[in-house]
Structures are given as structure tokens and as C-alpha cells.
């Protein structure tokens, strides 16, 4: 499968993004996504999970309550809803795909996903 992520950009301290991640070339709704980012001299970092389904979710707790993953399986896409947006945000976001399970040791780390998207910039300013 292959993974698109756009919606990252710059934007002032609280406010929201979107970011959409597409997939193409595999049965979308047989992945578990993963979001993930990565500050510049930082260690990739879990962010959010969803199930196949969309029926389960899962956060770090430095974004719990600011953001949210979703996901349209007929549109092939899943989504991470940022808001109250902190400078501490800033970083370089990812998607990410398994057909691995939903619940596994690995689920939260970054080599629980075979597959990933090239990365969209999100610049929070102060």
C-alpha cells in the first residue's frame, strides 16, 4: 500500500489542523493506521491509532483530548484532527499502515508499521 499525507502547514499557537492521509494499491480497510511524528533531533513519536474498522482508538497522552484519528474507509483515507495546537507540536507528521492486529506489544511503536506515508509539516508558531 502506499500512503499520501497532506493538510500539514503553519498555524498560530491553539489553532486546528487536519491532516488526511490516502491510501492507494492495497484493501484499505483490512490496515490498522498509525499517526506518528517527529521533531527535528527527536525519536519518531506515537501519536494515534485506529482499528480496521474505526471502532477502536488509541492516543499518546501528549495529544489525548486535542486530537482525533477517524477514518472514511470508502474514501481510503484516515484523518488526525489537531487542535489547541501548542508550538511543541511542531514536527514533521506521518501516517502510517499494518495488517498486523489492532492490539499487539508493538502497536504503538514505530516498527509496528510496514508501511508509511513521505510526511507533512506542521509548524505551530508562538
Known amino acids: 500500500v502506499q500512503l499520501q499525507a497532506s493538510g500539514g502547514g503553519l498555524v498560530q499557537a491553539g489553532g486546528s489542523l487536519r491532516l488526511s492521509c490516502t491510501a492507494s494499491g492495497g484493501t484499505f480497510s483490512s490496515y490498522v493506521m498509525g499517526w506518528f511524528r517527529q521533531a527535528p533531533g527527536k525519536e519518531r513519536e506515537f501519536l494515534a491509532r485506529?482499528?480496521?474498522?474505526?471502532?477502536?482508538?488509541s492516543y499518546a497522552d501528549s495529544v489525548k483530548g486535542r486530537f482525533t484519528v477517524s477514518r472514511d474507509n470508502a474514501q481510503n483515507t484516515v484523518y488526525l484532527q489537531m487542535s489547541s495546537l501548542k508550538p511543541e507540536d511542531t514536527a514533521l507528521y506521518y501516517c502510517?499502515?499494518?495488517?498486523?492486529?489492532?492490539?499487539?506489544?508493538?502497536?504503538?511503536?514505530?516498527?509496528?508499521?510496514?508501511?508509511w506515508g513521505q510526511g507533512t509539516q506542521v509548524t505551530v508558531s508562538s
Open positions: 485506529i482499528s480496521w474498522s474505526g471502532g477502536r482508538t
Open positions: 502510517a499502515a499494518d495488517l498486523r492486529a489492532y492490539s499487539r506489544d508493538t502497536s504503538n511503536l514505530p516498527n509496528g508499521y510496514s508501511y
